[in-house]
């Protein structure tokens, strides 16, 4: 898949996505803990596969296992093997109701796979036994799960251009090209294409916009170091890495003019669940008088939670911050190396203990704006909520 803009003035090379499909209709993903040294894809043909490679960050961002997961019903659904299996429209409505309620289990806090499982229940709800056949309900299924993957990629480019406009309107006054800083991964491999925080870094760049893009490593997982630095050095985007503990120096030191972040999920008040490390982000942006941007389609917006304290945070394995997995230099293989002292994060005494939550919650009150497809959703200077119904 190619991630172009439809105006941009500078043409983009080719960029992996984390999903593609075969004239076959065959769905591979590429296996993101072996990236950026090692590109290999995997096929998925059930939602247990599916739940396999979520679960374990085969592959990960939140509209990407939205549409894996979609995707891969949508696969087992086109198999006769499986359908002639049916014998009853009930028996079909069962079946998909259960694989969606099983793929939704798969990683909680972000709401894209939960919205597009929603979006499968709500039709199936819709359905009657006496008036829709199983064949009928199989494709209607199929072409849901198809769009959730399909609408991700143009969405992404109109947050592109609205998120890099509002940013140019706020701080290029003065400058034409702008310093911003990024956490974790939000690109092509996070999502069907271009990306959302990562959208607006691209626009940027082909608007002629874009003086650097800093962007954080991102431990345990290393989304940054790993990943975002894959899809900035393949689109040759100017950028420098930066670790997780140099934001504020890299805030004292650079003139920044915006930090930009995607989200996993936006509540009703503005506040955003997004990787760990978004929040000290925020914190130090503001104390440096910096705007702070949240780019999320709609998918990633949930009213039905009022604050960020009703989130449910992910914890991932101790394991995932106690080694760490690169190339050996020296051999040429890959290899995982383990960088505290035997037992952390494995033993059972108080000294052994890891804390790795997969997440964190940045209030509205640190956060400049919400941008969607939709629009731009500012915060007001004297309010400590952004209202994002409005972008809905
Ligand atoms: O744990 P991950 O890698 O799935 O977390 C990803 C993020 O936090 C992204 O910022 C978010 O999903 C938005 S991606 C477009």
Not at 58 to 78: D, E, H, V, W, Y
Not at 284 to 308: W, Y
Not at 319 to 348: W, Y
Request: glycine share 6%.
């Amino acid at each position: 898949m190619v991630a172009q803009a439809p105006s941009g003035k500078k043409p983009l090379p080719d960029m992996m996505t984390s999903i593609r499909i075969d004239k076959s209709g065959q769905v591979e993903i590429v296996d993101q803990l072996l990236l950026p040294h090692s590109v290999v894809w995997i096929p998925i043909s059930t939602p247990e596969e599916a739940f396999e490679a979520i679960k374990s960050m085969k592959i990960r961002g939140a509209p990407a296992i939205a549409s894996l997961a979609a995707l891969s019903l949508k696969s087992s659904l086109s198999s006769t093997s499986l359908t002639d299996n049916f014998s009853s429209t009930a028996d079909a409505v069962k079946w998909v109701k259960e694989k969606c309620d099983y793929l939704q289990s798969s990683r909680p806090t972000a709401v894209n796979l939960s919205e597009a499982m929603n979006r499968i229940r709500q039709y199936l709800n819709t359905t009657s036994t006496e008036k829709d056949t199983k064949e009928s309900v199989i494709d209607k299924v199929r072409e849901i799960c198809q769009d959730v993957h399909e609408e991700d990629l143009e969405r992404n480019m109109r947050m592109g251009k609205l998120g890099a406009d509002w940013l140019f309107a706020k701080r290029g006054g003065k400058k034409d090209k702008l310093k911003v800083v990024t956490v974790c991964n939000t690109g092509s491999l996070a999502t069907s294409g271009y990306g959302t925080a990562i959208g607006v870094i691209t626009a940027l760049y082909e608007h002629d916009q874009l003086d650097t893009a800093y962007y954080a490593q991102t431990t345990p997982y290393h989304q940054g170091s790993r990943l975002t630095s894959l899809e900035l050095t393949t689109l040759q985007i100017p950028s420098c890495m930066i670790c997780d503990t140099m934001l504020g120096s890299l805030f004292q030191h650079e003139d920044i003019d915006g930090v930009i972040v995607g989200a996993d999920r936006v509540v009703k008040n503005g506040d955003t669940a997004n990787k760990i490390g978004t929040y000290q982000a925020a914190v130090l942006a503001q104390r440096h008088n910096i705007p702070f941007m949240v780019i999320a389609p709609v998918t990633t917006i949930d009213l039905s939670l009022e604050t960020g304290k009703e989130i449910h945070i992910e914890q991932r394995p101790s394991i995932e911050a106690t080694q760490v997995r690169g190339l050996n230099t020296g051999t040429g293989k890959l290899s995982v190396v383990r960088i505290t002292p035997e037992g952390v994060g494995e033993g059972d005494k108080p000294w052994q203990r890891v804390y790795n939550p997969s997440f964190d919650v940045t209030p509205a009150e640190l956060i400049s704006c919400v941008v969607t497809e939709k629009g731009v959703a500012e915060r007001k200077d004297d309010e400590k909520s952004i209202d994002v119904s409005s972008i809905c």
